[in-house]
């Protein structure tokens, strides 16, 4: 069974303070990391066509990669929002409202 959000949270906290990372762990450094881990899923598909892009994970070594490093941009996804109190479902839920709201759908209101 899929372990929830803040339960996710509490173990990479836990992971953290086990090594002592917590100083390391600030908004700007989370912050780089995730940009870095982004940067490392982002280069799996460099150079691939839209086709090739689409079938990434039918080979098994670049659908391990993927899983690995979107479970990295998750895990530090996670550690930045937990370490400034930010809900990021909260947030989520919020920010699709806002864009129902700027992005209607075609033809709504008229």
């Keep these: 069974m899929t372990e ?3 339960a996710l949270q509490r173990r990479l906290a ?3 303070a086990a090594r002592r990372w917590e100083p ?3 908004p700007k450094n989370l912050a780089v990391a995730l ?3 982004a940067s490392e899923l982002l280069e799996i598909f460099q150079w691939l066509t839209p086709e090739q892009a689409a079938g990434v994970m039918e080979d098994p070594d670049s659908a391990h990669r993927v899983r690995d490093e979107a479970a990295d941009v998750l895990a530090y ?3 930045f929002c937990e370490v400034l109190g930010v809900d990021v479902l909260e947030a989520l839920s919020a920010k699709i409202d806002r864009n129902e709201l700027r992005f209607p759908l075609p033809g709504a209101g008229d």
């Design 14 to 16: 836990a992971f953290a």
């Design 35 to 37: 940009s870095v881990e």
């Design 4 to 6: 929830d959000l803040h």
């Design 77 to 79: 996804l996670l550690q």
């Design 24 to 26: 390391y762990h600030t």
